[in-house]
């Protein structure tokens, strides 16, 4: 069974930084493209960042150079979030896919205050 289950969101003021990690299990492997997607409430879900199986990675424009994406031999991949602004509050979801298979994660909830 695939799963991919997010953990690190949190309550962050502004300015801060969290580390998100998504863990991967099942048929899941370094094939696969791997990446964030997040959701404000009352939005559409929004890509934020990708990680090729050879470690190629793109961003958002308005992440980039404030979010950085990365992933390991474990199957883990994670998301650095700096310099961290409010319109960054959202639930932040990560995905995998490989030709026509996507799979997602439930999602970490990332709340930027003041």
């Known amino acids: 069974q695939v799963r991919l289950v997010e953990s690190g969101g949190g309550l962050v003021q502004s300015g801060g930084s969290l580390r998100l990690s998504c863990a991967a299990s099942?048929?899941?492997?370094?094939?696969?493209?791997m990446g964030w997607y997040r959701q404000a409430p009352g939005t559409e879900r929004e890509w934020v960042a990708m990680?090729?199986?050879?470690?190629?990675t793109s961003y958002l424009d308005s992440v980039k150079g404030r979010f950085t994406i990365s992933r390991d031999r474990n199957r883990m991949v994670y998301l650095q979030l700096n310099n961290l602004k409010p319109e960054d509050t959202a639930v932040y979801l990560c995905?995998?896919?490989?030709?026509?298979?996507?799979?997602w994660g439930r999602g970490t909830q990332v709340t930027v205050v003041g």
């Open positions: 995905y995998a896919f490989r030709g026509a298979e996507t799979y």
């Open positions: 099942g048929s899941i492997d370094a094939n696969y493209v």
């Open positions: 990680i090729t199986s050879v470690g190629t």
